[in-house]
């Protein structure tokens, strides 16, 4: 059972930056796909990053590309969020998620995080 926690959540002014870090622990997390979504308030989850177990693949939304990058170290079973430019559309929870299967992560994840609120001040 992968267990996922997120930090790195705060209050940031609008054109700023922010860095969100999600540890694994209780499973081999360097044989998982890992994600990140998001959720604003009375909205529904959405996709935001996704990169593969070996790291060699990443994947974006529009909305998003450009400005975040995703990425991983297996060695210390983490996964961060490097957010540019932010936005006050940015503003929501945000969720680490994880799968074996790249392709399944974007819509059925297996595994969540808790959450950390990332609040963008316009």
């Known amino acids: 059972q992968l267990q996922l926690v997120e930090s790195g959540g705060g209050l940031v002014q609008s054109g700023g930056s922010l860095n969100l870090s999600c540890t694994a622990s209780?499973?081999?997390?360097?044989?998982?796909?890992m994600a990140w979504f998001r959720q604003a308030p009375r909205k529904e989850k959405l996709f935001v990053a996704s990169?593969?177990?070996?790291?060699?693949?990443?994947y974006y939304p529009d909305s998003v590309k450009g400005r975040f990058t995703i990425s991983r170290d297996n060695a210390k079973t983490t996964v961060y969020l490097q957010m540019t430019s932010l936005k006050s559309e940015d503003t929501a929870v945000y969720y680490c998620?994880?799968?074996?299967?790249?392709?399944?992560?974007?819509?059925?994840?297996?595994?969540w995080g808790q959450g950390t609120q990332v609040t963008v001040s316009s």
């Open positions: 990169i593969s177990a070996n790291g060699r693949n990443t």
């Open positions: 998620a994880a799968h074996s299967s790249i392709v399944a992560l974007t819509t059925a994840p297996a595994y």
């Open positions: 209780g499973g081999a997390s360097n044989r998982y796909a």
